[in-house]
């Protein structure tokens, strides 16, 4: 292949990697950096895990079903606990390595003990489901193959990492289930039971968003912020609607802004805007929805 | 790692397990569920065969392609044999398992037979998608890349085995191109020659469907039904909408109802919202959508 | 097996042949296709190359990441040879083999060294996210789990070969980032610096697109084109809109036509469905959205 | 490759299995052949077990060796059920389905409780191994890399199914340690406690061999059978030697005969040839071998 | 890992590349060298097609055996073709590249139209070695696992090589069997039909012997030349014994030099050395053997 | 599978564990046992770097070989350091982890810097071996092929860690060696230039054999000790005899003991058993062994 010898193979690294350690990137070293491969690794885990008897790799025997959870679930420790204590370097508030380690450790625990809680959390939404799709015909088609469940389970095992505070590993496990699924659930979003998606692709729930109990969300809706002008400097700050129980909120609605509550019971009509509070039991159309939404807006 | 004495495995294992094996999940044993994984496999096989040269292994010669389909469709038979027999498992009217091990012969017989009538079809799909897109450079960057096409192909393939009464496998066929593409359709749709998606990211097209020949539809569509209030109860109804023949329907427009029919030759601009009937050769836009859409529709 | 017995492997596979060597499929030999894994494959190296330590399989050490780079770097280097040298068959105006050769050759030259621009821009983007998303945490995150800096790095490596005259391959890249990313751009589009997309999911991006710098996307937000009713008549015209520098267009919102132009600094709100151009420093909405838009545009 | 369009095959196949259908190979059928693949892999699934933390794949965590060896175990049993199952076909007293179903059952039962009994004899062999030979720096040496152990802790295994009356199976894996050792011992032979063999390669140990405790055995030793004129008539007939207690027996030496006794205590010396009993004590070597060696010796 | 800073690696490379380059090895040019897993691919491969059903990679189905072998036979004639033509340029009989290419297609041709009749061979060499030992419980036990049977299966197919003019490939061939087996056979001796090796291990039968029909040969027995001392200048020559038929060869017999011939229907004694021929009918041993062998012997 | 129900697993691992925790096994903890797998391709990656293009994995491209072996070069230093931090624990005489870690580094470096004159040493034995053997038809086959240059490579790199003090993981290379060559060579003994092993098969050398140059050794040959009687209390006695430059030893002989040395230039026969010294330019065969050999000889 003579004619790559013209091409400076060398140099170009070296561009490269001049911008590399220096000042382009942020100040963790390269091998500390979190593993994106392990993370997905641990999730698949952690449907086999929670799912028993689902998600099992081919070739899988399954006379002793309690050996291979316990190995599974040692080996999802081992691999947390790893995760966890290289992404807590982001944490500026831990400053030796002893806490560190043993708040990886401490976070570790937390997380295992908090699994059989997330299973019981999903068997409800996986009832919602069943309860709100007539195309369902059972309960193994939507554990199998529906990829609102798929988001919803990244999401709760995501969200118990952020109650643990542990930082950018929950993203990308929803980012990963994102990639699969079209589904973008923030792992800071707080979402209650029987929650239920249908079809899902191009839905948004935004990092502070409040969704209470029996809540159903069709495909393409976005709980999100009114604006992001204010960028870095709204960090913190509620940004995103609260959802009250019972609302169910059709396709390709957006319900934007942190001070917007939709009231428990409402219905959200297809391809509605909404910026002002809805109260509860209303039902809001692309007709209707100047008349019934009400109070002030974030500035849009 | 003594640090992970302290976490009680076993107890967590005998949790989870405890709930699986009473009552949270379906009757089926944990070695009856279908396989995923061989489900994907099956997929992924049927475009070796459908598209031949087009999405090979990469290490295969072609020296004698005759021969290497023929394994294939061998191995596609076993393989769609094993699964159907696991998910007539589902079907409560097939009582012995003698019955069903004759189903499973049959419908694999069928459906290996149907194989050469698909490919036509999906022939006629790529000249349509290479017809209306003026991006398209050729029809072999829409065979090896276009989302839209991959989706219409996998619901070609398992639209053919609802025909044939087999459950829940159509479904993790079209989810999985789902995941791949972001195009939402149930296997249970009935779509005509000459079928074109655009895009593709966030069409959804419900189980009770009807699509005519030389439709268009671009991304973000819906086709869907009103509500899901009803949930199980709903099962078996007409829920979703029929699209005759030469429709046309832009980005996200959503047409609902299982009464709402677009007549032939209408176009349906973007972002709609479309409750009721359109008359055919009729432009429906945001502006003018009321005064075209007539007729009765279903419960919002 | 015997109940395949009755199964006519060898005449399907006829009927599927007899169909693919005659006259359905273009004329390019099965094995001049271009490779989609080996595509894939150089997409993922490329990641490893623009952002050192980030994507690194499992088991590389690190201690002389000069080396690797410069291995991988002369991996793509062979792979980009190879594939475009396959894809220049599509390019009816290069009629030799001598000549496909010299040309894949000046290509793979070329692309090897504006590798480092690309990373360049790619580093700005990075920037334009972390200041853009209150949600993000470091840049880190950005880089790992982000989708839509997924989808904007393989469009920018894409683009690079359109702008050198490579048919089909760029395609190939994209779509493997839509089918990850739900995110939608067509490598033929021009995008400049400091380009943000949240969430990402829905967004298209069309062929003949032109996007300033400091430009903000969200999801679900089309830039198309208003028909398709000519077809492969209209390849090659300016069908998709211009959008000018600072401009932020949030979910939802579908701007079409190539005579469309969005003013610098003006603000698309969520939701709305705009043909006609917009002024500088306009704020849009589904309220105010036919006061502000104007021009001619384009049939509909 | 137009070139390989001469080549006929279809004939050439057809050649092949003309032959194989019809009379050339045993009565069984292709697929109830055991499965070599599936035996080694068994064998080094029982090194991981008789020897834990010493053949583990690289990467295993160890945080809790007990449920993967249980796990290690169950899946022993689980393949050894399933090649017994196979290979009991070749009992031609073993008549029906059930019977051999139900003797499959009990062999693995007992060859799975007989496995710490197993693990005993090795470790006293692995304590032979190291006061036998000054080359050997520790006990984990031994263990890691002798070709000696690995051969005598396979004919254990083996010898265990051939106990138990399993045909075939206890072969494949004396044969795969024989290819990885050089040292070939039927697992038929009988041998007795801290047994050591010294560099291996060439020992040959034959089916009807009795060996005592004690014994020490260099490389090239053949204990076998005097002649085999008789062939398959001389099946189950004792045709090679007994050695007892504390006999040494150099690199070189051909022990022959059912009817050779090597007494207690003997030293055989390197190169020798014996077709007769040596008495107890005595030290045979090249010179005087014809001195030493008395009593009848069957055919030569 | 800063301590390997202090390591030159690049000096290190450049001297061994140093010697490499210039005058160290042959005259091939590093991508021209005959790739041993490929050979040994080929080798494996072989076996399937010969032993059909014996050595099938574990996931294979079998309903349809004749397209499967089929294929793997295209197969062996693209790979055969590939590295015969890569071995044809140490033939420095062969001068252009279109001789080189148009012998490797006689080669392939005439290499794949004999294999029925190397297999015609090998199944009467099955029922020397099962007639032949009394330790066979059955033919499939010696197909799968009797080391002898292998080595005499590689050598057969590799000699077929030797006989079409093939350089260092049938070499590659006989010593990847050497290395599983322990019997080295060089490819271009002659051997005849009903060969049957027991044990293996240690066998050594040179480039030129010839050896008869119903030949019995069993461990550490070697076929030698007497000496090497005219290295290079014998190369040629015949150096190694012929063996005549219904010969029988005990354990660790060396039979040496190229006059030397076994008579027919003789038997030689274990671990006797011979190096003057001996006549038909004669039993050989260790006592007896100066006086029956007879001739002339080459310069030991 | 409810027959497996009634074996015992979990008492059986309690049976193997307890005994491997307490006292059957050497002091190592698991996790600190070197690891076999990764001794052996360390030994793979040095055949690569030691030949270069002969031994590369099949998809490795060639355009710059440079960076490849010096990518490699920095993989065996990582994985040597590793290993021989794990083995140094062996050594008593290093008590502090500081001191290992040193040691470790300082090996490392003394045996990276040493392979250029490694792979001279190499260079010489193939051009002994192409001199040597008629059989061989050029020095590419002998790299590629010849399992007595593999014996000897293997041998030269594990006798520079035992030069520099590394127990253990030297005999790991050298058994692994001996499994695919059948010969074993003690890394402990010293070798001269220009050493040539014919077939290779069953030659022993011992630890304290001392080798010089310009020796030829032909299959079967022992180089051992006389006895082990003594056992450990012999560990670090020269046990094993010493060969003189240019002589040559043919198939099977045996010389042994401690004392015993081959003068130079001499010549010894095959199935010679040797245990006293031979002066030079003496010519031994079975015949006149006893007239030759002289001196004392180690107990017998």
Redesign the interface.
Known sequence: ?S??E?????R??????G??EED???G?K??Q??????VVNLVDNLFQ??Y????L??SM???????????L???V??HV?QQVLLVLR?RQDIETEAEREQQA?EI??AF??V??EV??LL?LDVEAF????????????I?????GLRAVTVYRIAHELVKLGV??LP??MT??A?????V?I?P?ASIGKHFFI?????I?I??TTIIGDHV?I???V?L??VT??????????K?HPTIEDNV?IY??A?I?GGRTVIGHDAVI???T?ITKSVPPYTKV??ENQDKVCKGEEDE?
Chains 1, 2, 3, 4, 5, 6 share one sequence.
């Open positions: 292949m004619n790559f013209l091409i400076e193979f060398e170009i690294t070296d561009d490269i990697l911008c590399t382009c990137l942020s963790l390269f091998l950096l979190p593993n994106r491969d392990k895990i929670i028993p008897g689902y998600f790799s081919r025997k399954f006379y002793n079903l309690r050996h291979y959870l316990t190995m679930l040692e080996d420790a081992y606990h982001y450790q570790t625990h295992i003990h699994i059989p299973r019981k068997m069943y309860v709100g799709d007539p195309a369902a015909e059972n309960r193994d088609e554990i199998v193959s529906y990829p930082p950018v993203r990308i980012e990963y994102h990639a699969q699924t079209g973008d923030n800071g249908d079809h899902g692709t191009g948004v935004g990092e159903k069709y495909q393409g976005t999100g912020g992001t002008r204010g960028g870095q400097s709204l960090r913190g700050q940004r169910t396709s390709g957006s934007l009509g297809g391809n805007f159309s692309m849009i």
